[in-house]
């Protein structure tokens, strides 16, 4: 087995990504999960392929798992474990506590980068691995306390980040159920305050404008939700920086108008007191 490193991407060889996916799509243990019995939303990706072969055959994802850890300390090694190894961190028992810990920061570090690409390019080609952690994982507990109480918070916060994105506002209620115990929570609030503004961070952070818009249209999901009134200011003040052109956001018309919408839809009282 090789691979190849181009443009700071972790390439498998293709001999030996022929040799895999020969082998996965055609084996005919029962055991073996192949394509056919794995019904995914959306096109079927190499990634969603191994994953699911290296939880039903751990053996055979030992020599990949083995060169990723030589190259831990590359940007790109925690992308490519997320992508193939998400699963296999849940379903496959692990005994060492700081190997545990190792892989569960590389899971969440390589899916945030991810789910970023995904942003940046106004794509959901990683939706699998979202669903996955939190359909299977965050809101399962027997999985999710398979990791430490830190990796659970840090997969708390970034689930929290992109369930608007994908698409996955029905499941907010089911999620913030599910919280970890924060040490910080006499600071930070309930589960809901930890989420909204994990939220709010990333509306800020956001600059692709169809991706702005859809979160804005999604946030409208809040209303209703108890928050802290330093968490609803923060909320409401991070709305109002996308109503008005210029900086720093240098919103557009469209982002404008939709931020307009969702303050007067969370926030009515203000909006008539402002106007």
């Known amino acids: 087995m090789r691979f190849i490193d181009m443009g700071g991407l972790l390439k498998l060889d293709f001999t030996y990504k022929c040799h895999v996916f020969i ?3 055609f084996n005919k243990e029962e055991d073996v999960i192949s394509p056919e019995n794995d019904v995914i939303d959306g096109p079927l990706c190499f990634y969603d392929v191994l994953a699911d072969y290296f939880v039903h055959v751990p ?4 020599p990949v798992l083995d060169l990723i850890v030589q190259l831990w300390s590359q940007s790109f ?5 997320s992508l193939l190894f998400h699963k296999w961190m849940f379903e496959v028992h692990l005994d060492n506590p700081e190997v545990l810990l190792r892989y569960s920061s590389a899971l969440v570090q390589g899916a945030t980068n991810v789910f970023w690409i995904d942003i940046q390019t106004n794509t959901k080609r990683f939706r699998s691995i979202f669903r996955y952690l939190l359909d299977d994982v965050a809101l399962h507990h027997s ?3 398979k990791i430490p109480l830190q990796a659970q ?3 708390y916060l970034l689930l929290s980040r992109f369930i608007l994105f994908y698409n996955s506002a029905g499941k907010i209620d089911s999620f913030l159920k599910q919280c970890p115990v924060f040490q910080t929570a006499f600071l930070v609030g309930s589960p809901a305050d930890i989420f909204v503004n994990e939220l709010t961070d990333q509306l800020q952070k956001l600059k ?5 818009l859809h979160y804005l249209s999604e946030v409208k999901v809040l209303q209703g939700i108890e928050l802290r009134m330093t968490t609803s200011t923060r909320l409401k003040t991070c709305l109002y920086g996308f109503t008005s052109p210029g900086g720093p ?3 557009t018309r469209a982002v404008r108008h939709a931020a307009w919408e969702a303050l007067d839809f969370l926030f009515p009282i203000s909006i008539i007191i402002n106007n």
């Open 249 to 251: 956001m240098y919103p």
């Open 143 to 145: 999985r999710l306390n």
């Open 77 to 81: 090694a925690s992308h490519i474990f």
């Open 153 to 155: 918070r840090d997969m």
């Open 23 to 25: 082998d996965v799509i």
């Open 208 to 212: 692709v404008e169809p991706v702005l």
């Open 59 to 62: 053996e055979s994802g030992k």
